[in-house]
């Protein structure tokens, strides 16, 4: 596993920081403002400017990660739970909060291009892909914490209250609610002052289908639903369109199908906007995720069905009891636990963005 997934998967919690790291600052007169920050220009997608400090952090509440459009690894990952993020936080990005995907390539990143990388992923307005001259990139990255190379960097969302100088990063493998919810706690420490909050108690679990549920929610949800096509393919049933053998060669290294010119790679390459990242996983990882495709691509039974099969073999009617339950029959909308709503309970879809069919 490469170094850059492991570095934003080791914990689900966030970490609060003084300004860029240290302990939590709330401060009245807080050092990180203008004369710590450089205020040098940077130029989103649009080919609109910004001085970094005047117009994009002063008295702002922001998000602000880490990207480049090239990246393979890590940062479509990232960029699909920022996505995601965004939507959950509707209208307020842009007008309460404002979204910063900065680039590490700035070279190779145009605005052109970060407009493109924009619209793959659906960014809404108030989210800004920025890019800038190389100098002035790695000065916003010094004073921000990012200083190790491009392929390394670390995949968190740092989280700012600039004008109280309250800072927080959150590791972007994290479920896009908890995010939000940490984005909350953050930004405004009020916002559960007297309200009513649902119980963890009495939130519906989901089945449990082993290790490859775990990879799948923190890799993959961010791209792939079942039953529903997202920034990939719809997994449903994937694993009777897919032979074994395929699957597990596209999974353990999508970008070698693709060099090494496979049809239903370079048709998947095609259709989907968002190329599936090699995500270095090993054997034992690729074969956990094939059993749990192979679970959730069969329909669950109602219970009712299940006991009226179980009635029918035990009166030596099995075949005329499997007729008059043919599950391909039935309501898959009321019976398929995978066209469930996963996103408020199920553990599962916490947050990653891969494993493309």
């Excluded at 069905?305 to 909308?333: C, E, F, N, V, Y």
């Amino acid at each position: 596993m490469s170094k850059r997934l492991a570095t934003s998967a080791f914990l689900f919690l966030a970490v609060w920081i003084s300004g860029i790291s240290g302990g939590a600052a709330w401060a009245k007169g807080t050092p990180w403002g203008a004369n710590y920050f450089p205020n040098v220009p940077l130029v989103d997608q649009d080919g609109k400017t910004y001085l970094f400090y005047d117009d994009l952090l002063k008295d702002k509440k922001v998000m602000i990660d880490f990207v480049f459009a090239l990246c393979d690894q890590g940062c479509p990952l990232d960029t699909a739970n920022m996505a995601r993020v965004q939507k959950l936080l509707g209208p307020r990005i842009g007008k309460d909060i404002y979204m910063y995907s900065i680039t590490l390539d700035p070279e190779n990143d145009t605005p052109q291009k970060l407009k493109e990388y924009a619209e793959q992923y659906g960014a809404r307005p108030g989210w800004k892909f920025l890019t800038g001259k190389r100098e002035d990139i790695d000065a916003v990255r010094d004073k921000l914490g990012q200083r190790s190379d491009k392929e390394t960097h670390a995949n968190a969302v740092q989280v700012a209250d600039v004008a109280s100088g309250r800072w927080i990063r959150i590791p972007l493998a994290a479920d896009p609610g908890y995010i939000v919810t940490e984005v909350n706690n953050a930004l405004y420490p009020e916002w559960s002052v007297g309200k009513k909050l649902k119980s963890y108690a009495n939130a519906k679990t989901s089945e449990i289908f082993g290790p490859g549920q775990v990879m799948f929610a923190s890799r993959c949800a961010g791209c792939h639903a079942f039953g529903k096509e997202l920034l990939g393919p719809d997994l449903m049933g994937v694993t009777a369109r897919r032979s074994p053998d395929w699957l597990a060669n596209f999974i353990a290294a999508p970008n070698e199908m693709r060099a090494r010119k496979d049809p239903i790679a370079l048709e998947l390459a095609k259709n989907h906007k968002v190329l599936m990242p090699n995500l270095k996983l090993t054997k034992k990882e690729v074969g956990e995720m094939l059993a749990y495709l192979q679970a959730k691509s069969v329909p669950v039974p109602a219970p009712a069905a299940k006991q009226a099969l179980m009635t029918a073999d035990a009166t030596g009617a099995a075949q005329s009891g499997a007729l008059a339950h043919d599950h391909s029959q039935h309501d898959r909308s009321q019976h398929d636990h995978s066209q469930h709503e996963h996103a408020q309970h199920d553990h599962a879809q916490h947050d990653h963005g891969s494993a493309q069919e």
